[in-house]
């Protein structure tokens, strides 16, 4: 069981959207609907912004949203802002006994 | 509100002992659990263990299994995460995050994060 595969950087300018991928198996991300996503700004703790693939928590805004197909789960960010630049991390539960929670690689979102 | 305060940073020897407390306010502290997450620097989250307030329960990263131990204590509202036999590889931020009390789901609230440095 290792860490779920995130693109190491993902670019857009204002306004545009922009979309990461988090690839893992059926043993995780495919086999049940537990995926959030997290948004990390330097030196801060991580944030929700997704749970449960597609369900936004109170007070993130419509601009993200996320989806997943077989292995694969999706976060799009639209109207990319300012604020947005930052590292985003998926993570699913999974049936492994030794590892029942894995977080992705991480990816680094910037603003252009 | 509700929040989850860290204790304080801590430098340890090789070969030491840490316990990470993370004291949780303004919600029903049994009616959750806490899973307690590491960063390197300049690394990404990993996962390290969740443990339910209600029951006590708890499931490890394989990887720590018998380094690690995580309690809770109902008196206090607080959970704490000791770790064993540290290395310099145990350097990181250690957070608290409240999450399910019966499972490991989502992390809605997280601590600030205790900076431990392992150095000798």
């Known amino acids: 069981q290792s860490a779920l595969t995130q693109p190491a950087s993902v670019s857009g300018s204002p306004g545009q959207s922009i979309a990461i991928s988090c690839t893992g198996t059926s043993s995780d991300v495919g086999g049940y609907n537990y995926v959030s996503w997290y948004r990390q700004h330097p030196g801060k703790a991580p944030q929700l912004m997704i749970y449960?693939?597609?369900n936004r928590p109170s007070g993130v805004s419509n601009r993200f949203s996320g989806s997943k197909s077989g292995n694969t789960a999706s976060l799009t960010i639209s109207g990319l802002q300012a604020e947005d630049e930052a590292d985003y991390y998926c993570?699913?539960?999974?049936?492994?006994?030794?590892?029942?929670?894995?977080f992705g690689t991480g990816t680094k979102v910037t603003v252009l | 509100q509700v929040q989850l305060v860290q204790s304080g940073a801590e430098v340890k020897k090789p070969g030491a002992s840490v316990k990470v407390s993370c004291k949780a306010s303004?919600?029903?502290?049994?009616?959750?659990?806490f899973s307690w997450m590491r960063q390197a620097p300049g690394q990404g989250l990993e996962w390290m263990g969740w443990i339910s307030a209600y029951n006590g329960n708890t499931k490890y990263a394989q990887k720590f299994q018998g380094r690690v131990t995580m309690t809770t204590d109902t008196s206090t509202s607080t959970a704490y995460m000791e770790l064993r036999s540290l290395r310099s590889d145990d350097t990181a931020v250690y957070y608290c995050?409240?999450?399910?009390?019966?499972?490991?789901?989502?992390?809605?609230?997280w601590g600030q994060g205790t900076m431990v440095t392992v150095s000798s």
């Open positions: 995050a409240r999450d399910y009390y019966n499972s490991i789901r989502r992390f809605e609230i």
């Open positions: 449960d693939v597609s």
């Open positions: 303004g919600y029903t502290f049994t009616s959750y659990g």
């Open positions: 993570s699913s539960y999974t049936s492994s006994s030794t590892l029942p929670y894995v």
